[in-house]
């Protein structure tokens, strides 16, 4: 029997919307005692004792030498901009959330928007190397989904061009690139704990690098360039974590593996439920890899799925499935850059092609497999009823058209 679809007329699946990004929440007590603890000490920020122990857990799940905490990840790209003196040209994907743009340009570069590879959705070597000038200052690789880089690849392509590789790694906590652990990869990577990520500190990142130096830098620059109580040497920001946000982010981390548990979990139900529908593609997360399942993408075949993506996104948010067309359009087609010569020229097929096609669906510990079973039936019900549910979707458009 087909699941009933509320653009067909029923109910709606869920009375209250599954979104793709609910946070985790962990374990109640522990947070309770230690938000005790933050007001007794009456320590509530400025490299607080909770900082020092999140960063500490941060660089020993990455294997980082140096794990600088940041009130969230668009900072921690800014600052370690900053850091590295980079100027000019900023070579990065498109295809990625904004704030990987946005902080290049924020700092005064110019973002220079190439490919990804159709099979990672990635930053293209090719594609990178053939964007090198002169003025190139930087090469940002985005791991995106989750999934590294092809880090040697681009390693090579920046050691020619003589600039560094970073890496916007807000979605790779716990990830590993050919078995060597995140912060091992380019010459910093940053790390996002924002609340919809897999482990958060309600607004959150940290910069992870090895090298002593940069980490001294990024120390000062994101308290003001403050040394000591009364002396500034040098240019600084208000880029500091406080402690009520490693309280969060401790509780996420010591949980972390029993989350990630939960996404394997759920992808596995997701590939098993929705793998015959010839037209839907689970992202292929490497094998081998260690990764943290903590986004269930998929792309829709515009050949071989009776519904397009932006159709099947429709029908599940009219049964309260909030799923997500991340990251659709690329950065290159949004303002401020849309309007910038560098991005009118770029040409961008699998950008382009991938956010027309691509959609995300709810996991996390904000769901259940009984609520994933149901996000399946109702994709299910809603491809096989293809004709009805596009003639019920115009309607809908023609009845609510002002
Ligand atoms: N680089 C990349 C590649 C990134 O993906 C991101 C962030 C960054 C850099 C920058 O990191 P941060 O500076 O944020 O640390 C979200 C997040 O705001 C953003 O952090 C994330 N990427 C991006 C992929 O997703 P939205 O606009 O899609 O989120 P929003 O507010 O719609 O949240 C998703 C859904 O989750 C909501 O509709 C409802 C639910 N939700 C959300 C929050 C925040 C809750 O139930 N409770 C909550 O507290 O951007």
Redesign the pocket.
């Given at each position: 029997m087909t699941h009933p679809l509320a653009v067909l007329g029923s109910p709606p699946a869920f009375n209250e919307p599954r979104?793709?990004?609910?946070?985790n929440i962990p374990d109640r007590a522990v947070l309770h005692a230690r938000l005790d603890e933050l007001l007794d000490t009456r320590r509530l920020t400025n490299d607080g004792p909770f900082v020092r122990r999140f960063e500490a857990m941060v660089a020993d799940m990455t294997g980082a030498r140096h794990a600088v905490a940041m009130c969230?990840?668009?900072?921690g790209?800014q600052v370690l901009m900053r850091a590295l003196n980079i100027s000019g040209e900023v070579i990065m994907p498109s295809f990625?959330?904004v704030?990987?743009a946005h902080a290049a340009q924020w700092e005064g570069l110019q973002p220079v928007f190439v490919d990804v590879d159709p099979i990672s959705h990635t930053l293209d070597p090719a594609c990178t190397a053939a964007a090198v000038t002169p003025r190139t200052g930087a090469i940002v690789g985005?791991h995106?989904w989750g999934s590294t880089c092809d880090v040697d690849a681009l390693d090579a392509v920046a050691q020619a061009a003589g600039v560094p590789l970073i890496f916007?790694a807000?979605?790779a906590l716990g990830c590993s690139y050919k078995g060597r652990p995140l912060a091992s990869l380019g010459v910093a990577s940053?790390v996002?704990?924002?609340?919809?990520?897999v482990a958060h500190s309600l607004?959150?990142?940290a910069v992870l690098t090895n090298d002593d130096a940069l980490a001294a830098k990024l120390r000062l620059m994101r308290n003001f360039g403050f040394q000591g109580y009364d002396r500034v040497s040098s240019l600084g920001t208000n880029a500091k974590m406080n402690e009520m946000c490693a309280v969060f982010g401790l509780g996420c981390l010591e949980e972390f593996d029993r989350i990630v548990d939960t996404n394997r979990q759920h992808m596995a139900r997701y590939k098993t439920r929705l793998a015959p529908h010839a037209g839907l593609e689970i992202y292929p997360y490497a094998a081998g890899e260690k990764t943290n399942w903590q986004y269930v993408v998929v792309r829709v075949d515009p050949a071989l799925s009776p519904l397009s993506r932006d159709e099947l996104v429709e029908v599940l948010h009219i049964d309260n499935v909030?799923a997500?067309k991340?990251f659709s359009p690329g950065c290159h087609r949004l303002p401020p850059y849309c309007d910038m010569a560098v991005s009118r020229q770029a040409e961008l097929p699998v950008t382009e092609r991938l956010s027309r096609e691509i959609l995300a669906l709810p996991t996390g510990t904000?769901v259940c497999i009984d609520d994933i079973d149901t996000i399946c039936a109702c994709i299910e019900a809603a491809l096989a009823q293809a004709p009805q549910v596009r003639a019920a979707l115009v309607a809908r458009r023609t009845s609510t058209a002002p």
């Open positions: 979104h793709v990004g609910m946070p969230n990840a668009t900072l790209l990625t959330f704030a990987t985005v995106l916007d807000a979605h940053v996002s704990f924002h609340a919809t990520k607004e959150g990142g909030l997500r991340y904000g």
